[in-house]
C-alpha cells in the first residue's frame, strides 16, 4: 500500500490560534481524508513549537513560566483540532523529551561531519521572527515580516554551514520541478539562491541571552535555535533514524505552510537534511495569507477571526467548504462574512442543498421513498450527465491530489449543477404524469447514484454533511471500504429497494446577522435627526475600500442560453482557478466576438449569485452613453489581476 504524510508546521504558542491556524489543519485533515478515500496509508502530524525569546516574552508577559505558559497555549491548539473536525495522527510538542533527544542527535551529527563552527556575528535581529537578517533582506531598515527595526546584535555562537550545500539545493529543485508548489514559490526560493552567495546560519544563542531552549550536545552554555529545533519534528515524531514511522512515512513526506516561513522549509530544512545525511522531503506546499480588508490578520491590528465564532454561526461543513473554495491554493485570499454566506447560499443551499431535498422529495412523491431499479434503455441525457459525472470526478481528484482545492471543487460542482440541469431537462414530474415510470425509474436512479458518488467525493472536504447524505441516501459510510480511484467508471453501486429520506435541510439559506449601522431587519438605518437614509449621504473611505476592482483580459463570451440580453463572459483576473464567469447584461450592446480579448473591470468581490441559472462572480463596470455602451478599462495595456485603487 502507498503511504502519505502530511505534516502542518508546528504552531508558535505566543498566541491562541487563529482563522490561519484553522485553515492549515482543515487543509491538511482534508487531504489526509482524500488519500484514505484513495487507498493510501496516511498520516497526519501537527503539533506546537514551544522554544525561543518569544515564548519568554509571552510568559512574562502573563506573569507565568515558560513551561506553565507552552502548556496552556499547546492545549488551546489541542483542543481546537476536534471542534474543525481535524483528525491528526499525532501531536508534537518541542518539549517532549523524545524530541529534545533527536534535535541534539541531529546536532551532534552534523557537527561531527565539521558542519558546524564556533564564529562571532553582527547582524540585525528581529525578535518576532527570532532570527538575523541582511541588509539585503531588510525593506526600508525593518523586518519585511513585522514591518520593525530590528536589533543589531554581535555575539559569539554556532554556524551551520549552510552555503556549502547552495549547489545541490538548486540542482535539487530544478530536478525535481514540484519539490516546491506551487510554481510561483518555486521560483522565488531559487531567485533566491541564484541571486547571490548564500550565507551560514546562525543556530545557538547564548544561554547569557536566552535559556528556555534545546541544550547544545557539544557545548552546554549554549542553546539551539527555534528554527534548527523546530524543523527536526518532522523526523524526530517518526522517530529518526530507525523507527518503523520514519522508514514508512518519511519517502512521502509533504509539508504544509504559509508563505511567511518559506526560506526556513525550502533553504535550511533541506540543508540540514543533506547533512544528516536524509533525504529530502517529497513537497513543500505553500499557501498564502487570509486577509481582512486587504490586510493580513495581526493581533494588534484587531482584526483576527476567531474560527470558532464563525462555526458557531455558520456550520462546520460550510465554513470548511468556503476555506478550501474561496482560497486559490498558494495565492492570498480575502475573507469576509458577505463571501462566506454568499457561498453557502449559492453553492451549498441553492445548488447542492437544492439538488438533494428535491430529488428525495421526488422519489418519495413517484416511488414510496425507495431506490426504483433502473430500466436497461438510456436516452441520451443519461450518458451525457454520466460522461459529465466522469469528467467533473476526474477533475475532482486530479486537482485535489495536486493541493488545488478550489480547481477541484469547482469540477465537482460543475457534475452538481449538471444534475440540476437534467432534472430541469428531463422534467421527472411530466414523465410522471404521462405513467412513463420505467424511464422515470431510470431518471431517478441517475439523480440518486450521482448523489452518493458527489457525497463520498466531498467527505473530504465536508465529512459530517458527506455522512448525512449518505443516510439520506440509504447508504452506511465506511472511508475503508471506498476507493475513490473507482468511482469515475463504476455504476450501480446505489442498491435498488433501499429507503431514502423524505426530504434534506442539510444547508439552509442564511442571512447576514444585522451590525451595528443596521436595523432590526437587516435593513439600512436611519441617520439620527436626519429622516434620510444613510445610502443618499456621502460614501465613507472605508466603503470604497470594500470594493476589490480588478482589470482582466476577456477570454470568451457566449450567449446566455436562457436569456437573449444577457452574456456569459469569461474573465481572466489572474486567478489559479483560472478565468471566472461574469453573467452581463451587455447582449444589446455587443457581440460575442466584440467582447473576446478586450481588458475590462470587474468587481472581483461581489457576491457570486445566479441569473438566469448561470452563476455570476463578478460584475463588469461599463458607462450607458446615449444609445451605446462603453466598457470601463486601463488606458493602457495591464497584468491580468491588476487592482484598481
Excluded at 482543515?26 to 497526519?44: E, N, P, Q, S
Excluded at 515564548?55 to 483540532?81: C, H, M, R
Excluded at 540540514?272 to 505553500?286: D, F, R, T
Excluded at 410522471?432 to 466531498?458: C, D, G, P, Q, S
Amino acid at each position: 500500500m502507498d503511504s502519505f504524510y502530511i505534516t502542518t508546521p508546528i504552531f508558535y504558542v505566543n498566541a491562541k490560534p487563529h482563522l490561519g491556524h484553522a485553515y492549515t489543519g482543515i487543509i491538511a485533515d482534508a487531504v489526509t481524508r482524500f488519500h484514505k478515500l484513495m487507498g493510501r496509508d496516511t498520516f497526519f502530524l501537527t503539533g506546537t513549537d514551544e522554544h525561543g525569546d518569544k515564548i519568554v516574552k509571552a510568559a512574562e508577559a502573563n506573569g507565568e513560566t515558560p513551561k506553565e505558559y507552552v502548556d496552556k497555549i499547546s492545549g488551546l491548539f489541542q483542543q481546537l483540532w476536534p471542534s474543525l473536525k481535524v483528525e491528526n495522527d499525532k501531536f508534537i510538542r518541542t518539549t517532549d523529551a523524545a524530541h529534545i533527544k533527536v534535535v541534539q542527535d541531529v546536532l551532534q551529527k552534523v557537527y561531527d561531519k565539521g558542519d558546524i563552527y564556533f564564529g562571532e556575528y553582527g547582524g540585525h535581529y528581529c525578535f518576532g521572527c527570532e532570527r538575523f537578517y541582511t541588509e539585503k533582506e531588510l525593506v526600508d531598515g525593518k523586518c519585511p515580516q513585522h514591518e520593525t527595526e530590528p536589533e543589531y546584535i554581535a555575539e559569539k555562537n554556532y554556524f551551520f554551514k549552510m552555503s556549502k550545500y547552495q549547489g545541490w539545493l538548486i540542482e535539487h529543485i530544478k530536478k525535481n520541478p514540484d519539490f516546491i508548489r506551487p510554481e510561483r514559490y518555486r521560483k522565488e526560493v531559487l531567485s533566491l539562491l541564484e541571486s547571490g552567495a548564500l550565507e551560514d546560519l546562525c543556530i545557538s544563542r547564548p544561554k547569557s541571552r536566552l535559556e528556555w531552549g534545546i541544550e547544545l550536545p557539544f557545548d552546554t552554555e549554549y542553546v539551539c535555535y527555534v528554527w534548527f529545533d523546530a524543523l527536526i519534528n518532522y523526523i524526530s515524531a517518526q522517530g529518526w533514524p530507525d523507527g518503523d514511522g520514519f522508514k514508512e512515512y518519511w519517502p512521502a513526506a509533504n509539508h504544509l505552510i504559509a508563505k511567511d516561513i518559506l526560506k526556513p522549509h525550502a533553504v535550511f530544512w533541506p540543508t540540514m537534511l543533506k547533512s544528516a545525511g536524509i533525504e529530502p522531503y517529497q513537497h513543500l506546499n505553500v499557501h498564502g495569507y487570509w486577509l481582512i480588508k486587504d490586510t493580513k490578520m495581526s493581533k494588534s491590528l484587531g482584526n483576527v477571526v476567531e474560527p470558532l465564532e464563525m462555526i458557531k454561526t455558520y456550520g462546520l461543513d460550510a465554513f470548511r467548504y468556503f476555506l478550501l473554495r474561496e482560497m486559490s491554493f498558494g495565492q492570498d485570499a480575502s475573507f469576509s462574512e458577505e463571501a462566506l454566506v454568499g457561498r453557502l447560499n449559492a453553492d451549498l443551499a441553492n445548488d447542492l442543498g437544492n439538488l438533494f431535498n428535491r430529488t428525495l422529495s421526488m422519489t418519495h412523491k413517484y416511488f414510496d421513498g425507495v431506490i426504483p431499479a433502473p430500466d436497461d434503455a438510456e436516452e441520451i441525457e443519461d450518458a451525457e450527465i454520466k460522461k459529465l459525472g466522469q469528467n467533473s470526478m476526474e477533475t475532482f481528484q486530479a486537482e485535489f491530489e495536486q493541493m488545488r482545492f478550489a480547481r477541484a471543487l469547482e469540477g465537482l460542482w460543475e457534475l452538481v449543477r449538471g444534475l440540476n440541469k437534467y432534472i430541469d431537462t428531463v422534467q421527472p414530474w411530466a414523465l410522471y404524469k404521462n405513467k412513463n415510470m420505467k424511464r422515470l425509474a431510470t431518471v431517478m436512479y441517475v439523480m440518486l447514484e450521482n448523489m452518493r458518488k458527489i457525497a463520498v467525493h466531498v467527505w473530504p472536504v465536508m465529512p459530517e454533511a458527506a455522512v448525512n447524505m449518505l443516510k439520506q441516501l440509504g447508504v452506511e459510510f465506511d472511508p475503508r471500504k471506498v476507493d475513490l480511484s473507482k468511482e469515475m467508471d463504476a455504476w450501480g453501486l446505489l442498491d435498488t429497494g433501499t429507503a431514502v429520506a423524505e426530504t434534506s435541510n442539510l444547508f439552509p439559506r442564511v442571512d447576514l446577522p444585522a451590525t451595528d449601522e443596521q436595523g432590526k431587519n437587516g435593513k439600512q438605518a436611519k441617520t439620527p435627526g436626519k429622516g434620510k437614509p444613510e445610502t443618499e449621504l456621502f460614501a465613507e473611505f472605508e466603503d470604497f475600500q470594500k470594493l476589490d476592482l480588478r482589470v482582466g483580459t476577456v477570454v470568451n463570451v457566449e450567449k446566455h442560453p436562457d436569456a437573449d440580453r444577457l452574456l456569459l463572459v469569461r474573465v481572466d483576473l489572474g486567478e489559479a482557478d483560472g478565468p471566472r464567469q461574469v453573467v452581463a447584461g451587455l447582449a444589446d450592446f455587443f457581440q460575442p466576438e466584440d467582447l473576446k480579448g478586450r481588458q475590462v473591470v470587474v468587481v472581483a468581490n461581489l457576491k457570486p449569485r445566479k441569473l438566469r441559472k448561470q452563476l455570476s462572480q463578478g460584475m463588469i463596470l461599463a458607462v450607458k452613453n446615449g444609445e451605446k455602451m462603453e466598457l470601463l478599462t486601463a488606458s493602457g495595456n495591464v497584468p491580468e489581476g491588476s487592482k484598481v485603487s
